[in-house]
């Protein structure tokens, strides 16, 4: 089934879908009045507190917990050994516990937990635990953990060592397109741990009723992810587990694995019978991690003498930490996202990821295509400087057409990522400034593309659609749409209404989103890789164009004209070829539900099956990807080594934009998150220990140091995207960061490999530059010049 | 011990039960029932628990609810009047200033502080005044924005009188 044979072309223009419509939460959100979990109240509340683990890596001895049950105030104290079977996110690899179950793996590891009256009554029951450790070797580096060990941290890990995960493609023949090049680049760089800093601290609100069921408020994006593995851990049945989300302070991943304690959460309430809550602090936000890994890549770029590549090598090593979380996704994403939007006839991939002693790592913001896209980027501009080539010209003669398909069998259908980058050249004034601003000034360019939702659902047996929609109309025409889809601030709520509305012809106000409660939400499958416009809008506009043919039958009825004639539109269904003539929609609805009481539908997306037949073939294939390519322009203080960035260029193809505006601020704040990751931001560890668990140590982009952004919407529709939609929310990270990068070199002649390039980083390149070569200069202009604005000679292959 | 501290919140006397040791953010979100203002670190650092004490913006996570005694406090849950939204929330929602919403609510405060005391700011001084407010989703374009019209509206019409004029 194509999803585009479904839509039928508007006869009038889009009403909702394009327009700029502020979030439909907005108004809760300005006035405070929206409830995040922290927010709830319950009678009767306990506080449930964890007690962290203080070792890196530790055999657990003896845990004596009977000192703290006899505490005044304290409910119950939990073991890891009263649940211990294993979950995590990806059903292959299970090796997260609710507690620490014999050993602990990272400094700040949950190993007691326990339930009271208040926060200080916990405290004063941790103080009468008392926990024996038995130190055990510390694993704190990836490229240890590669090789033999005394000890596995887990003993699922690959042979005698620690690796958690190793993959091996190798597509065409890269030796020998090596061989053949004409030119030929190899870059490595290294790439600290980063985390997502979203700014609501984990939350999880559990209440086990007397008739045996339990109810679980969580921050997560994955509602039916944590609903499976509370199924799991606490041997429930999941028809007697509730999962509701509440409003969610951002995510952008780092709510989107089932955590250890959600299940501690809940296992607190059973046990006592009262509601628990528990509310991490700042720091238990960053030893929980699961953000970017930690990384080390190599990137070898080859090209013939017309400057068309011809081989992709590449390498990388993750420090995964104590956990798998997403981690073989991971490892897959680091390679097979290195090609797009260019075509290789050949590629090399050897990636592998490490257990280590640090907190998890996991899926962050542009998960698994951010550090790889950073080498691949810088690589092409070294190749065209090699070659005497301006970047833009050579980044034009090796892009992937659209509708074509991969050497690693991706399917590729729209793709603007030539319109992105001629837009971004055009604007920027790149022909004026390359290579050609004065010494500390600089700019640069980098593309990228990212997928718009995972092609493979993360369980995939028994085959259900990745996202079901409901809508239930009520007596007096209000709209309410039943959805599992997270809204984690990204705005799917408002996508959700205004696909519904734009479907139905009616206003916003007559749209409730009830999202997300499972006891009436049919199932979608979370808010991760960037799929929910995607595949939330297909399945919310087939419900609405099975509630509109119900309608327009009823109206059809009601008017005598046929069913074709009729049109959805201004909360009415009319003819179309004489719109006086007509219905309200509420007369609509009233005849529809004539001896029913009801009316209601539903709609569903599941994606084609796609990818080849090869091991790990799955891994980045997606209905749909997003392209871009922005310019950034930057200036660099010499005597400081301070980067500003001035002005960000985003030319972005995210098909249509269903609301331009949220697709803007998903850009802004990309740009945000990527320079912080490029500039600023690092976790710090000495050994296993994290230095800067904070929000003052810990450093995101300041708003005196945001770059002007404009953003260049070039995209066309999509086939298969709701109403040509592609994704928006991650991709726009990725460029910004190489963009950055390649513009740093131009204003400095300087290659940064080893991120964040923090100001004293700069001090030390440029000194040594100056040692080395007697002077600071720019790099030498190239031979090729791109064309004057908007046209290439260089055809698409 | 717990103390009974009294203060005049959003114009409203109010009152409650403190340990010496209570922040603030925790008398306002749990003795109060004021959970507009949010908690994102405990520790200074990310502003999203800011209020205004006597007209001066604090975070609320600094400031002991002892030592907000007999003060003036003004929350987010007082900026609407009779039902309609306050210059600045009008503008954060119109200009798609937020995206979560986590930190919303002390993001307005800080800007109302700035717009009581300067109320034409230029955009570098509208920056800084928010610099004490991390915020991870909107990259604060939008903010800027938003406090940008919030002040140019408020500047063709009279403000609406603060919580203190009219409380």
Sequence with gaps: MTPAASGEAPAVPHRLIGARVPLVDASLKVTGRAEYTDDLRRPNLLVGRILKSVHPHARIRKIDVTEARKVPGVAAVLTGDRYPRTFGVLPMTHDETALAVDRVRYIGEGVVAVAAVDEETCERAFARIRVEYEPLPVYDDPKVSRNPVAVKIHERALRDTNLQKEVFQHFGDLPGAWRAAAHSVRVSARYAGVTHAFTEPHAVLAEYSPDGRLTVWSATQVPHYLHRALSEVLDLPMHRIRVIKPEVGGGFGGKSDPFPHEIACAALAMETGRPVKIVFDRDDVFYTNHGRHPTWNTVGIAADALGRFTALDVEALLDGGAWSSFGTVTTYYNGVLAMGPYQFPNFRYHGARAYTNHPPSGAMRAHGGTNIRYSVEVAVDMLAEEMGWDPTELRLRNFLPPHSTTVNEFRITSNSVRQCLLAARERSGWREKFRALPYGQGIGIACGFYISGSNSPIHFTPKFPQCTVHLKVDMDGGVTVHCGAADIGQGSKTILAQVVGEVLGIPLDRIRIAAVDSDTAPIDIGSYSSRVTFMMGNAAKRAAEDLRRQLVQAASDLTGYARESLECGGDRIYVRHRPQVGVSFLEAVHRAMEHTGALHASGSYESAPMGGTFKGARAGTAPAYSFSAYAAEVEVDVETGFVRVRKVWAGFDCGRPLNPQSVEGQIEGSIHMGLGQLLSESLNYRGPRLMNPSLLDYKIVMPQDMPEVECLLVGEDDPEGPFGAKEAGEGPLIPVLPAVGNALYDALGVRFLDLPITPDKVLRALEEKERREGRLSKPAPPAVMPVPAGGTDHAPR | ?167
């Design chain 2, 1 to 167: 011990m717990k103390r009974k501290v009294s203060l005049r919140v959003n114009g409203e006397e109010r009152e409650g039960w403190a340990e010496d040791r209570m922040l603030l953010v925790h008398f306002l979100r749990d003795e109060l029932n004021l959970t507009g203002t949010h908690i994102g670190c405990d520790t200074g650092h990310c502003g999203a628990c800011t209020v205004l004490l006597d007209g001066k913006s604090v975070k609320s996570c600094m400031v002991l609810a002892v030592q907000a005694q007999g003060r003036k406090v003004e929350t987010i849950e007082g900026l609407e009047r009779e039902g309609k939204l306050h210059p600045l929330q009008e503008a954060f929602r119109e200009h798609h200033g937020l995206q979560c919403g986590y930190c919303t609510p002390g993001m307005i405060l800080s800007s109302l502080y700035l717009l009581r005391h300067n109320p034409s700011p230029s955009e570098e001084e509208i920056r800084r005044a928010i610099s004490g407010n991390l915020c991870r989703c909107t990259g604060y374009v939008n903010i800027v924005k938003a406090v940008r019209a919030a002040s140019e509206r408020m500047a063709t019409r009279v403000e609406a009188p603060s919580t203190e004029e009219t409380g």
